[in-house]
Structures are given as C-alpha cells and as structure tokens.
C-alpha cells in the first residue's frame, strides 16, 4: 500500500497589508490567518442603526466590516459612526465601499477618510474618458493621505465597459478569437492589475493594495482567481459576488471559496449572502467562519461533531442535545476566548448510538453517545478518548454541559 499523505490548504506567498484602527492592526496576506469580513446592510446615514449593526458583525467574529458611502450625508455618519463603536469598545476596522463619488466624498469630507481604514474602489465606476483617472487618482491620493490601504475591488455586475469593448474590438482581430467568457475573464483580471499597477505608479505602496474580481458563478470565480493569483502579489480578498439566499447561497459560497482556500487563493473573505426575511446579518460571518473552520485554516469555537441521527435513535433528545450544546458553546466564546487560550480547537461529539457512538466521541476531546434503539438507557461521556462516566436520567443534558464546562475549565 502507498501510505496517504494528510493535505493542506497550500501557503501562498502575498504581500501583507495592514489594517488598522487605533491599537488594533489586522494583517491581510503575506501568512496572516484569511479574515472573515463582512458588509453592512443599513442605511449609513442611520449612524446609530450602523454603529448597532457593526457591533453584531463584529461580535459574530467580523475582522473588517464594510459600509457604503455614498452620499455627502452618509460620508458625514461615518466619523460619528467610529465614534459611536469607540465608546462601545468596538475596535474593528471599517472599509469604506465606493462608487461613482469615492473621490469627491474622500476629498471634501476628510474626517470620513480618516475614519475608515482603508477604502474600496471600484475600477467600473471611478469615472468614464478624461475623468477616469483622474478620479481614481484623487482616491488613491487621499489614501496615501490618510495612510491607508485600498481593495481595488472589480465585479463584473459593475464591469468597465471601456475596458471590455476594447478587448472584445482586439479579440474580434485576433486570427482565433477566444470565446466570449474569456474575453470577460481577462477584462476583469486586466481592470484590477492595471488600476493596481496605476495606484502604485502614483504612490501607493504595492502592499497597500489589495485586488478583488468578484463575479457570481462558482466555475467562474474559480477560473478568474486562479488565473489572478498567477499574475500578481498582491493580498486578494475572494467571495462569491449576489452568491443568493438560504442553502444555494452558503453552498455556492462554500463550494466556490472552499476549492480556492485550498489552494492557498483568498486573504479575506466574505460571503455575500442575501439574508432571509428575519434572518440576522451575521449569518454571513458564520458561515465564513465556518467555511475556515472545516479547512482547517482558522478556528473560532468548538466544533460539535454529531452524526445524522437515523432509525436507531430513540427520541428528539439527540438533536435537542446536539444543538443546546452547540449553541451553549458558541454564546460562551467571547469571555472563554479571553479566559481559556485555545479553547476553540476543541472538539465535542453528540452521537445518537452505540454505532458510531464510541468511536467518534473518542475522536472528540470530549464526547458522548447516547443510547439508540434498543440500547440500555445509559450515555457513556468519554474524555480524552477513555470512558469517563456513564449518565442516566433525565438530566442527561445539564449533567453533560456540566461536564464539557468542567473540562474546559480544566
Ligand atoms: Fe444512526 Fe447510530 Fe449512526 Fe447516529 S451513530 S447515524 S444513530 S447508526
């Protein structure tokens, strides 16, 4: 037998920039973790609804959170927004996302420009002819200002359309034109490498840069950012552009930023998911949390392991179990993860039989299997892999949050 290799997500050389707010500095690229970032959904004018908003992204597990800022009015929120988060102890750093006015708001509202730690541009919609880069370079000049790093972010939704009839008039020239979706690819790539290339040429350090080529098909984006990360250093933030709602959004999401992750493409991430009716916005912060998680690329709580559950269990007391614990897990991270370093690459199984039951919990730190069909009325919880006691009753529940809470204690 031909003994199998474990695989990782491969390393990938970028360069680093810095995000910053105050003391706090996220790193981006260059062998930092991949960030989890996420983007507002209110209006930015509304500066208390925002700042509420920010907070919960923030306390989901959001490194960097974007807003818009597009209006005059919305521009003047936001150093009132940064205050408000300041006082609330909320450090995280904001990006401001960009379009159409990014040059006149960054320029005739400084306090703004210095309130966001680093900006958006969109290449598509900077200005069109003799304007173009003139705008662009006004933006780029306000961040080497404000000593800040932009996302030279490019979606083909909002695509230069200069730019990509250009390249469809020169592929119409060429003996074998490539195909259309080609032709699209690298009119994506070539806005943000040249606009990159354009804002060093200006006087934007090259780590400063970070490049983004959004589009909204899984294949697509994995052809378009495979193909980006060969031509260039600089730190790439990946996500699935209108990726959708519920369960095609996360699993296109998953699907797409998965096969990439792996292969070392993607420094931050989003998931760009559209929330259900009632459904909170940080849902997207977990799921891009957990899309890291189960690479094996960052941890942010405990993992429950649980199986499916099937015929041979008895009750609901499994999936009851199951979430209690996952939930009970989750609410307790923001003070374990001061208070117990480490605590969330620990590892809990749920298991509804004596099938799998004992092995998995085994597998776990901590573990229990409950009895299924047909089996004696006892949970064996196992602790380090060895049996460690058997629970009965109808306390099952409580007695084994009380034991996963004691070992973490521990
Ligand atoms: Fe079914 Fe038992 Fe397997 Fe769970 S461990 S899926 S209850 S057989």
Redesign the pocket.
């Known amino acids: 037998p031909i003994p199998i290799e474990p695989v990782a997500p491969v390393q990938r050389d970028t360069l680093q920039a810095q995000v910053r707010w105050g003391e706090r500095v996220v790193t981006v690229g260059g062998g930092a973790p991949v960030r989890v970032q996420s983007m507002t959904n209110t209006d930015t004018v509304d500066a208390i609804g925002t700042a509420i908003q920010i907070k919960e992204l923030a306390l989901a597990g959001s490194e960097l959170v974007r807003l818009t800022v597009n209006t005059p009015e919305a521009a003047a929120a936001v150093p009132y927004i940064r205050e408000q988060l300041d006082r609330m102890g909320i450090d995280v750093p904001l990006i401001g996302d960009f379009h159409y006015n990014g040059h006149r708001l960054l320029t005739e509202v400084p306090a703004c420009a210095e309130a966001l730690s680093k900006y958006r541009i969109n290449p598509g919609n900077v200005g069109k002819g003799d304007k173009r880069d003139k705008q662009f370079g006004q933006m780029v000049e306000a961040a080497i200002r404000w000593n800040k790093p932009v996302r030279i972010g490019v979606n083909w939704g909002s695509l230069d359309q200069e730019l990509l009839a250009g390249m469809m008039d020169e592929n119409s020239r060429r003996r074998t034109p490539w195909d259309a979706k080609s032709v699209m690819y690298e009119a994506l790539i070539t806005s943000a490498i040249e606009s990159a290339r354009r804002a060093e040429d200006i006087g934007l350090p090259a780590h400063q840069i970070l490049l983004s080529c959004k589009v909204s098909g899984v294949q697509d984006l994995i052809s378009v950012y495979r193909a980006l990360a060969q031509r260039c250093k600089y730190a790439l933030h990946l996500g699935l552009t209108e990726a959708g709602m519920g369960t095609k959004g996360t699993v296109a999401s998953a699907a797409a930023l998965g096969i990439l992750l792996q292969d070392g493409i993607g420094d931050t991430i989003r998931v760009s998911l559209t929330p259900q009716p009632g459904e909170a916005r940080t849902q997207e912060v977990v799921i891009a949390s957990e899309i890291l998680q189960s690479l094996g690329l960052r941890s942010f709580v405990p993992s429950v392991t649980a199986?499916?559950?099937?015929?041979?269990?008895t009750s609901t007391t499994?999936q009851e179990l199951t979430k209690e614990i996952d939930d009970f897990l989750r609410a307790q991270m923001p003070v374990w993860r001061a208070r117990y370093p480490g605590v969330e690459k620990m590892k809990v199984a749920v298991?509804?039989?004596?099938?799998?039951?004992p092995g998995?919990s085994k597998h776990a730190d901590i573990g229990i299997s409950l009895p299924?069909t047909g089996e004696a009325p006892a949970a064996p919880v196992y602790i380090d892999g060895e049996k460690s006691v058997t629970l009965r009753g109808d306390n099952i529940a409580q007695d084994f949050r009380a034991l996963v809470e004691n070992y973490i204690e521990k």
Request: glycine share 30%; net charge neutral.
């Open positions: 199986c499916p559950g099937c015929g041979r269990t499994f298991m509804g039989c004596i099938v799998n039951g998995e299924g």
